[in-house]
């Protein structure tokens, strides 16, 4: 049988599956910060190395096959790519662009940086950000300069791990307790760490809850 907690837990989940499967739009892509769209709604953005996953991840929050694009190419989204969530809209979620692209050029790396910067920076109306690592590879040192970005700028933010099905058990319990420990030292990082896989579904629907949620409120339901 199953408690109240557990009842509340999997209504909450229905619930975010069913708001993130309605109308989700394309708004627009900004280069440079004068193309942002008002900011008239809450918005969750999604960051994290070129080919982490994350027009996956993406893509199996929303329960779309290509609300985000995923491409072979990493370093693809070069831009901040808004989406329209609900119909009217009731937030936004933006894809960030991927870092550590090396064939970039060293300018280009530069421009991205920046705009990331002063997104995270003078966003209002950001309300958490999604920092996602590969468990295949744990934290590394452009995660930890993003993360410092982050706890610089006061932005709340979830450490995602992607792709918990290409790893094996053990080593992903290491990764997750390695994740965990580093990321409490971080001031603006929430303590738990999502474990996540978009091919098998692994944590997409308490994931999915959780961002329904920072966007929201907690009481979004009876919102």
């Known amino acids: 049988m199953r408690t109240d907690e557990e009842k509340e837990r999997l209504m909450?989940?229905?619930?975010?599956?069913?708001l993130l499967s309605g109308p989700i739009k394309f708004l627009l892509s900004a280069p440079q910060?004068?193309?942002l769209p008002d900011a008239k709604f809450p918005e969750v953005a999604f960051?994290?190395?070129?080919?982490?996953?994350?027009?996956?991840?993406l893509n199996a929050l929303t329960g779309r096959k290509a609300i985000a694009r995923a491409s072979v190419t990493p370093g693809r989204t070069q831009e901040l790519n808004f989406f329209d969530v609900g119909d009217p809209t009731r937030f936004r979620l933006v894809d960030m662009p991927g870092y550590g692209y090396a064939?970039?050029?060293?300018?280009?790396?530069?421009?991205?940086?920046?705009?990331?910067r002063d997104?995270?920076?003078?966003?209002?109306?950001?309300?958490?950000?999604?920092?996602?690592?590969?468990?295949?590879?744990?934290l590394k040192?452009?995660?930890?300069?993003?993360?410092?970005?982050?706890?610089?700028a006061a932005v709340g933010y979830r450490v995602?791990?992607?792709?918990?099905?290409k790893v094996k058990e053990s080593d992903l319990e290491f990764t997750v307790m390695k994740v965990a420990e580093e990321t409490k030292k971080h001031v603006a990082a929430f303590p738990q760490v999502h474990v996540t896989s978009s091919e098998k579904?692994?944590?997409?629907?308490?994931?999915?809850?959780?961002?329904?949620?920072?966007?929201?409120g907690s009481d979004w339901l009876e919102s």
Not at 141 to 152: A, G, P
Not at 201 to 216: M, T
């Open 12 to 18: 909450r989940e229905r619930a975010a599956s069913k």
């Open 33 to 35: 910060l004068k193309f």
């Open 47 to 57: 960051c994290g190395r070129s080919n982490v996953g994350k027009s996956s991840l």
């Open 103 to 116: 064939k970039a050029p060293p300018k280009v790396v530069d421009k991205w940086k920046r705009l990331v």
């Open 119 to 138: 997104y995270l920076r003078g966003r209002k109306v950001l309300h958490r950000n999604l920092v996602l690592i590969d468990s295949r590879h744990g």
């Open 141 to 152: 040192d452009l995660d930890r300069q993003m993360m410092k970005m982050l706890d610089e």
């Open 160 to 165: 995602v791990l992607t792709k918990a099905d």
């Open 201 to 216: 579904g692994i944590g997409i629907a308490s994931l999915r809850a959780a961002v329904i949620e920072d966007a929201l």
